[in-house]
């Protein structure tokens, strides 16, 4: 008897040795390693002409990685004297960590069932129930779902209370930048990966510059002087020499993603299962998920693929509260992440994924 090969889950592809080697040689005949330097400015430019200016003109920060970035962004805009931000517990134990980590308290919400994404009915709900006002929202983009930038931005008007994207797995997807950062991962597993990396898309220049200097110690203008307080967030000039190399090859990348996405949604049609809105045709991602109808559904769907080999993963665990580092903040509550987690997988993705492939996985989905 044959038996059919594993297929793993995800398996990155950065840019080879060979495609990487022109922007190396520029390193060195710069002598410029960090800091600043030149494949740093070029990446940062070429990033940014990716979005089109919803209010301004869009700006970047690139940071050490999207944790970093996310906390930096929390830093600036965080109401001083508040403790608490409000996040979805159903994300990536990521940005619990950046939000604890830029000296805030996080308060867990729900999310929509439909989205997987918070609302601002749900947070305005839990400020109800909050003993004061949160310093700021963590508003989580659901596995590269681009968020929704007119509802939040008509959220801050109306509350007053700062938002901040965790849109770390949407870089590639995001198209328009407005003046609440939109904080990208640039993580090998992300669609624009390059290793570590992420970066903070805003059209406010204040806090585009803020944001820099404090990835360098706080230095603003020529002077090594701190102006702010920071630290040390920056990306090295081979790291920008990575993501030169992927700016290069993303469409191609995104076309690939599209393609895969088609394979899985025209076998999927008749099944009792959903993707995300939008996955593929409006937006691309890395992680591909199917949302199973029950809790009993996906735990047999979970053991057909693990009988058959098949990679999967509940990319982000059960939401922030059943991990124990996180077991005793305050939380709304949180019956539809309880309900809806065990039931989102993630299936294989990745360019090795063949016909062949897709349709075991699809058996398995029956
Ligand atoms: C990947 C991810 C992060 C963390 O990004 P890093 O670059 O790995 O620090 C944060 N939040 C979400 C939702 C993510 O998917």
């Known amino acids: 008897m044959v038996v059919p090969s594993a297929i793993p889950v995800l398996l990155p592809a950065l840019p080879s040795a060979d495609q990487l080697l022109p922007y190396l040689r520029r390193i060195d005949a710069n002598r410029t390693y960090t800091n600043y330097g030149p494949l740093t400015r070029e990446f940062t430019d070429r990033l940014a002409a990716r979005f089109s200016p919803r209010s301004g003109q869009p700006g970047v920060t690139l940071t050490s990685s999207g944790t970093t970035a996310i906390e930096l962004a929390l830093r600036i805009r965080a109401r001083p004297g508040l403790r608490h931000c409000v996040m979805p517990s159903y994300t990536f134990i990521a940005s619990a960590h950046a939000v604890a980590n830029a000296g805030l308290v996080p308060f867990l919400v729900d999310v929509d069932e439909h989205s997987l994404a918070l609302t601002p009915a749900i947070v305005i709900e839990a400020m109800r129930h909050m003993p004061a006002p949160p310093a700021a929202v963590l508003v989580i983009s659901p596995f590269g779902a681009p968020p929704d930038l007119a509802i939040w931005e008509a959220f801050e008007r109306q509350t007053g209370v700062p938002v901040v994207f965790d849109a770390a797995a949407a870089a590639a997807s995001i198209s328009e930048v407005g003046h609440q950062p939109q904080c990208v991962s640039l993580h090998a597993t992300k669609v624009l990966g390059i290793g570590e990396g992420g970066a903070i898309l805003c059209s406010d220049p204040d806090l585009v510059g803020r944001a820099t200097a404090m990835t360098g110690f706080g230095f603003m203008g020529t002077e090594r002087v ?17 993501g030169l190399a992927v700016l290069a090859d993303l469409d191609r990348t995104i076309e690939r993603l599209e393609r895969l996405t088609s394979f899985y949604a025209d076998r999927l049609q008749n099944l009792d299962l959903r993707l995300q809105e939008g996955v593929g045709t409006e937006w691309v991602t890395m992680t591909l998920n199917v949302v199973l109808p029950s809790r009993h559904s996906a735990d047999a769907v979970k053991a057909k693929l693990d009988a058959n080999r098949i990679g999967w993963r509940h990319w982000w665990g059960l939401g922030c509260h059943t991990h124990p580092a996180f077991a005793d903040l305050p939380a709304g509550d949180l ?11 993630g299936l294989p993705f990745h360019e090795r994924v063949t016909a062949d492939d897709v349709g075991r996985v699809c058996e398995c989905l029956r």
């Open 226 to 242: 701190s102006v702010v307080r920071g630290g040390n967030y920056r990306i090295s000039e081979y790291a920008a020499a990575i």
């Open 335 to 345: 019956s539809i992440t309880n309900e809806l987690a065990p039931r989102v997988i």
